[in-house]
Structures are given as C-alpha cells and as structure tokens.
C-alpha cells in the first residue's frame, strides 16, 4: 500500500473514532440521559456507527475535498 492510500486509510480511522466518540455520546445524552447502564447503551452505538463511519469517511473524504475544492474555487 503505497503511502498517500495509508494516510487516507488512517486518517479516516481516527477521523470516525473522533467524531463517533463526540457524536454518539451526545445524542445518546439527548436520547436517555444521564441514567444506570448510560455507558453500556453509549458503548453499543459507538461500535455500530464506527463500523459505519469508517468505510464512509474513507470513500466520501475525496469527494469532499474535490468538492470543498469547487466551492472555494481552488485549482484541482
């Protein structure tokens, strides 16, 4: 694998536990509140939208950037 393909790689992993992380403990907040078995309920949805995010951040994030690109008017 060359270099920029395991940069994008690794980049999209720690992209999704970041946002997922952030995410998913807020709106299961919003959701349930701060109640027993918060964390175990938190934990669940972590899992299944990293499984999600990952492979969606990896094959949306070129588009994104091409397309951040058009709007800013920047040369491709």
């Not at 918060?38 to 588009?63: D, E, G, H, K, Q």
Request: charged share 10%.
């Amino acid at each position: 694998m060359n270099p920029q393909k395991k940069f994008h790689l690794v980049f999209s992993i720690v992209m999704a536990a970041a946002m997922v992380f952030i995410m998913t403990f807020i709106i299961t907040l919003a959701n349930v509140g701060w109640i027993d078995g918060f964390v175990s309920i938190w934990l669940r949805a972590f899992v299944i939208a990293y499984i999600v995010a990952v492979p969606l951040i990896f094959f949306l994030a070129p588009f994104a950037r091409k397309l951040t690109g058009r709007i800013l008017g920047m040369p491709a």
